[in-house]
């Protein structure tokens, strides 16, 4: 992963030391299989549906990061979180659209063992001791995990079949990729002043 700069700090390091996790993350066989061409168009549709209650539950997971924010950091911080708040709601929207040119019910869906346990996860966030250090690191972790995700699928060479390039130029853009490197350096000036017990 390209850092934009910001590769000395603490989420670099954790990023070496824990590559393989990294990697088995950003290049899942769901993934694999959309760069190369092979992927299951059903096993996309299943994915559009969880992935829709997920960024649903994401909201929640966000607002108590902003929430944290606002009580512990500067307004710059504060900003940018907004800023992917906000696209949270064009997101659910694009969301909606797919799902409706793919025949995807987005009501009836119930939601995979995985994603229940992921949802609890984000849920737990809302407990007031949690950091806002662990939020901000939690944030930037799981949308650079996306972002980097999608960006594979569309680097040279791909076979991504073209009706799902949007999708991977959504969260595979240039522009993600910059945001994502603006919550790392947040995370890591986070880092950077926290306690040894939150690093």
Request: hydrophobic share 40%; with cysteine.
């Amino acid at each position: 992963m390209d850092s934009g700069g910001a590769d000395k700090g603490t989420t670099a390091a954790w990023m070496a030391t824990h590559r393989g996790m990294y990697e088995r993350a950003t290049r899942h066989p769901f993934t694999l299989s959309i760069r190369d061409g092979t992927v299951d168009l059903a096993a996309f549709k299943r994915w559009l549906g969880q992935d829709y209650m997920f960024v649903r539950e994401f909201v929640a997971f966000l607002a108590s990061v902003l929430l944290k924010c606002c009580k512990q950091s500067d307004s710059q911080d504060m900003e940018i979180i907004l800023g992917g708040l906000a696209s949270l709601s064009d997101e659910l929207s694009w969301f909606k659209k797919e799902a409706a040119k793919w025949s995807v019910d987005l009501v009836g869906i119930s939601p995979l063992t995985s994603n229940t346990e992921y949802c609890r996860f984000l849920q737990s966030f809302n407990d007031p001791e949690i950091s806002y250090t662990v939020a901000i690191t939690t944030f930037w972790i799981i949308e650079t995990v996306y972002q980097d995700s999608f960006a594979f699928c569309i680097e040279e060479g791909h076979k991504t079949p073209l009706e799902l390039l949007g999708t991977c130029q959504r969260w595979g853009s240039p522009e993600f990729k910059q945001y994502c490197q603006s919550l790392q350096r947040i995370a890591d000036r986070c880092l950077a002043n926290a306690t040894s017990d939150a690093v």
